[in-house]
Nanobody, 117 residues
């Protein structure tokens, strides 16, 4: 059973940094694209950053220049380095794995990030 587990969330002051980790198990995800999503209370889940199997990256405009997505296939892991955090970054962050049909088919349980002003 494939599983994704996020960690690294928490409470941080505006301007601070957090590093989220997502460890996959149950199968190898090196051929999958990986993404980080977030969902704030009362809002839709939105993609924040994505990384392809070859390492290409994409970011939502709201986080460009502040967030960095990376992956370590040897550890079956993907990371999200978040710098210069803002209160509007407060949300539950989820990692997900994307198959060859560009469908996010595996999801983690989420980790809460709270940024205080």
């Amino acid at each position: 059973q494939a599983q994704l587990v996020e960690s690294g969330g928490g409470l941080v002051q505006a301007g601070g940094s957090l590093r989220l980790s997502c460890v996959a198990s149950g199968r190898t995800f090196s051929s999958y694209g990986m993404g980080w999503f977030r969902q704030a209370p009362g809002k839709e889940r939105k993609i924040v950053a994505a990384i392809g199997s070859g390492g290409s990256t994409n970011y939502a405009d709201s986080v460009k220049g502040r967030f960095t997505i990376s992956r370590d296939n040897a550890k079956n892991s993907v990371y999200l380095q978040m710098d210069s955090l803002k209160p509007e970054d407060t949300a539950v962050y989820y990692c997900a794995a994307r198959n060859a049909r560009a469908e996010y088919v595996y999801w983690g349980q989420g980790t809460q990030v709270t940024v205080s002003s």
